[in-house]
């Protein structure tokens, strides 16, 4: 099982411009999250995903978006790119988090210039 | 307001020495508290959930209602114990997390 993989690694964007970055969640894993972590930092909750729907959000701008597949994957959209939107972004997975907690992917690093 | 503070941003031991990493929180319900290691180059892992009351790699932490913490602990530190720690507090779907506490064990 490859756990909780992210795609792409890097990214550089220019400030304006959109992004979407993607995770597919650890087999058997039906909850996803998204989370930004800027330098020195802990990760910053933006929302969860489950059942293809937002079932909770952080405290983002509606620049942050995001969607749910049915086979689980999800992808995280951000709009007219900011400066301060540069950070890594980690996705997270879970099938029952008070048991097992998140599973947490290594993360998209977005750089916006 | 749910809230994870750890105090120590960067915390240094040698090796064999305890440590102890502390974690407060502020939650007006139940909390589910966890520790997160992200090991340098490695991507963020679970330790330990207070759910379990287990102790892995050598770690524990017990939770402290009334003092509302959280602190991990660890009597004998390794050198491979070197890395960032985050405590996290579970309230509803959301995850909050402290700013980490860089541990470094000097051999």
């Known amino acids: 099982d490859a756990g909780v993989t992210q795609s792409p690694t890097h990214l550089i964007k220019t400030r304006g411009q959109q992004v979407t970055l993607r995770c597919s969640p650890k087999?058997?894993?039906?909850?996803v999250s998204w989370y930004q972590q800027a330098l020195g930092q802990g990760p910053q909750f933006i929302f969860q995903y489950y059942e293809e729907e937002e079932r909770q959000r952080g405290n983002f701008p509606d620049r942050f978006s995001g969607h749910q597949f049915p086979n689980y994957s999800s992808e995280l959209n951000v709009n007219a790119l900011l400066l301060g939107d540069s950070a890594l972004y980690l996705c997270?997975?879970?099938?029952?988090?008070?048991?097992?907690?998140?599973?947490f992917g290594s993360g998209t690093r977005l750089t916006v210039v | 307001a749910q809230r994870v503070t750890q105090p120590e941003k960067l915390l240094s031991v040698f090796k064999g020495a305890p440590v102890e990493l502390k974690c407060n929180y502020s939650?007006?319900?139940?909390?589910?508290l966890f520790w997160y290691v992200q090991y340098s180059r490695q991507r963020l892992q679970l330790l330990l959930r207070?759910?379990s009351r287990e102790s892995i790699k050598g770690f524990t932490a017990d939770l402290n209602k009334g003092e509302t913490s959280f602190h991990l602990k660890k009597p004998f530190a390794q050198e491979e114990d070197s890395a960032m720690y985050y405590c996290?507090?579970?309230?509803?779907?959301?995850?909050?997390f402290g700013t980490g506490t860089s541990l470094t064990v000097i051999p």
């Open positions: 087999s058997g894993h039906d909850t």
């Open positions: 207070h759910i």
């Open positions: 997270a997975s879970s099938a029952d988090r008070r048991v097992y907690g998140y599973t």
């Open positions: 939650y007006s319900g139940s909390p589910e």
């Open positions: 996290a507090l579970s309230a509803g779907n959301q995850f909050y």
